[in-house]
Every structure is written in structure tokens, then in C-alpha cells.
């Protein structure tokens, strides 16, 4: 059963709450437990909601192998002709680092959960507590994947990056099938760095409509622009990676946040939640004053009963106490019934048609 609001932790992720926005490690650690104690608290200090890791080896996530197809396309603009096990031993975050990084996550009020990348993973997280899993890309194809991490109960993200909706409604239908009940499906660019034009946020009010889900954007582009346009088109979450600084040219720093872009990656979709209001039209409570300090038609000379009704003595003017402007095309020429002050609001009462 879906649900538009769904709980990590002791967070609410939904249209009505605040973005939850996903801090990424994944390999910008560099190989250094400290770094990657010190990329937490960083994830911390920004005002962020969540640590996120990944937890594979490079056993379990491919082969040892020099055949081609082993190999990243010789173009790719971080990895090219990189061994995909030898980048993935460069780039996984050991097992043993997972329990004191998750610690201290937990210390600094954030929740922390990762990415499995096979069944190993998915029982070595659930003995560790996590809670909620994260389904990669390249994984929600992997439907039986899919269905271990569902049976756990656990909440579960799930990037759809170079899916086809009929991989998404599989994934999705596998997972609520296994016991799934809170689910996020995050629209993603599976390129790095991804061109913000090919974000196609547009996509995300039709995820959310497909599949009745909250949903929300793993971001691979430069800077925070395109998260905060995410939230504007309803993302309710949004996963980042992070780093210390993208000169220290750990594996995926070249597109991470650094510390000053994930606080203002924070507070600018808040920000962007904040404005998306209600689908109506018309003042809000703030612009009070605003309205009532608009034109209206002013006496703005004293006159004497009979006086005729002229631009000389009625004129649009601010505030808006008296009558609508649109009124002086029915009253002018009228006269005065009353002797009326000077700057006071017209009102009917004050006027009657010239006798014939």
C-alpha cells in the first residue's frame, strides 16, 4: 500500500514536510576512515538529514577480469578506460568503517543508511540496523535484489537513472509485492557529471502519479540549481554526494558538493518548498497591509453639498478605504449630497445624479 508521506528514522519525507535531503559519501573518503568521520560531520554542520553509503566490495559488484567489456568507455568523462575492479576497489567503503561511520552519524543527529549492492549486503546492513535501503540504478533491475531488501521491511529509495518506466513499474511492483510500504522513487541522470539538460525533471509529478509514491531526484549536476528546480516540480528528497573539497580528487569529487554548496543546497530547497504554496490563486496573509494600501477614490479637497463631482475634487489615490477608481466613470458629474472633508474615502451615500 502506497502513502504520500513515509518515515525514515524519525524523519517525514513527503509533499508536506521539508526536503530530506541525502548526503552521498560513496567513495570520496579516499581510502581515509578519518576523512570519512570528517565528511559526516560536514553532512552534520550543513544542516542536512542523512548520511548515505554504499556497500559493496569489488567482488561483489563484478569480476576480476581484463576482457573489454570490463572496461569504461575510453570517453567517459571521470572514468575512461578505467577496470570496473579496480575502480571499485579504489572507490568501496570497507565493511568495518560502516559501524563508526554509522556511529557517528547517529551522534550527530543524522540518519544514516546505504546502498546494497547484493544479498551479502543487504543481511550485513540489516544486522547493522539500518534504517532503510537504498536500490542504485544499475541495481533496480536486479528484481531479486530488490525483493531481499523489501522483505526486511525497511523503507527503501530507488534511483531510476537510464530506467525505462517498464523497469520502474517492475522494481516498484517487486518491491510492494515483498512487503514494501514506504517507498521513494528518486528521478536520476546516470551520467557523471550529468548536463542540467538532462535532468528532465518533468518527469517527477509522473512518477509520482504512476506509482503513488513520494518521489523526489538524485542530483549528478554541477551545483545546487537543479535540486532546488527538483523540489519546485515536487521532489520531497534529494540525494547529493559530498566531499571535503573536489581538489582532493577523490573518485566521484569532481561533481560532489563541497561543504559551503551542501549548506546552501539545504537552505535553498527549503526555500523552494516553502514557496511552492497551495494550487489557488489571491492574496496571502502577508500582503494584508499590501491590499489595503492600493487605490481608491479620495475626496481631495473639501467641498460643500452640490458641488459638482470633478477630477478637481475626487481622484484615485492611496489607500484603499474608499470607493473602487472604476466608480469615477459612474460618478463624475454627479454632485455632492453632504459637505464631505478633505482626504476622506468616498462612499455612495456622499453623491446622487444631477437633478434633469
Known amino acids: 500500500m502506497s502513502t504520500k508521506t513515509i518515515r525514515i528514522g524519525h524523519h517525514e519525507i513527503g509533499p ?8 552521498e559519501m560513496s567513495g570520496n573518503h579516499n581510502g581515509d576512515l578519518e576523512r570519512a568521520l570528517r565528511i559526516v560531520d560536514i553532512i552534520a554542520d550543513s544542516g542536512a538529514q542523512a548520511l548515505k553509503l554504499q556497500t559493496y566490495t569489488a567482488d561483489t559488484i563484478t569480476l576480476d577480469s581484463d576482457r573489454d567489456e570490463f572496461f569504461v568507455d575510453k570517453n567517459h568523462a571521470l572514468w575512461g578506460n578505467s577496470n570496473l575492479y579496480k575502480l571499485y576497489q579504489q572507490a568501496y567503503t570497507p565493511w568495518e568503517w560502516h559501524k563508526p561511520i554509522f556511529d557517528r552519524a547517529a551522534e550527530r543527529g543524522l540518519v544514516a543508511f546505504s546502498s546494497a549492492f547484493d544479498p551479502t549486503a543487504v543481511e550485513f546492513l540489516n544486522d547493522l540496523n539500518v534504517p532503510a535501503f537504498k536500490v542504485a540504478s544499475a541495481e533496480m533491475v536486479d528484481l531479486p535484489l530488490v525483493r531481499l531488501m523489501a522483505q526486511t521491511g525497511k ?20 518491491a510492494r509485492e515483498a512487503g514494501c510500504e514506504q517507498l521513494v522513487v528518486l528521478g536520476c541522470t546516470a551520467s557523471y557529471p550529468a548536463e542540467p539538460s538532462d535532468s528532465n525533471l518533468r518527469q517527477l509529478p509522473l512518477l509520482a502519479d504512476l ?5 523526489g531526484y538524485s542530483d549528478h549536476t554541477m551545483g545546487v540549481g537543479v535540486s532546488v528546480a527538483a523540489v519546485a516540480m515536487g521532489a520531497s528528497a534529494i540525494e547529493k554526494h559530498v566531499t571535503t573539497s573536489r581538489d582532493d ?10 561543504p559551503d554548496e551542501l549548506t546552501s543546497l539545504v ?5 523552494a518548498w516553502q514557496a511552492l504554496g497551495e494550487p489557488r490563486i489571491g492574496a496571502t496573509g502577508s500582503e494584508h497591509e499590501v491590499r489595503r494600501l492600493r487605490r481608491s477614490l479620495y475626496v481631495t479637497r473639501s467641498v460643500k453639498a452640490g458641488e459638482t463631482v470633478s477630477a478637481e475634487n475626487v481622484r484615485s489615490v492611496r489607500p484603499a478605504n474608499g470607493l473602487p477608481t472604476i466608480a469615477m466613470d459612474q460618478i463624475d458629474g454627479w454632485v455632492f449630497t453632504r459637505d464631505v472633508e478633505f482626504a476622506t474615502p468616498t ?6 445624479p444631477p437633478s434633469s
Open 267 to 271: 537552505v535553498e530547497t527549503e526555500r
Open 155 to 174: 523503507p527503501i529509495v530507488m534511483s531510476t537513472g537510464s530506467a525505462t518506466l517498464t523497469e520502474i513499474a517492475a522494481a516498484v511492483e517487486t
Open 249 to 258: 580528487e577523490g573518485v566521484d569529487s569532481a561533481f560532489s558538493l563541497n
Open 16 to 23: 508536506e514536510h521539508k526536503p530530506f535531503i541525502i548526503a
Open 347 to 352: 462612499e455612495w451615500s456622499m453623491f446622487a
Open 211 to 215: 506509482f503513488e509514491c513520494v518521489v
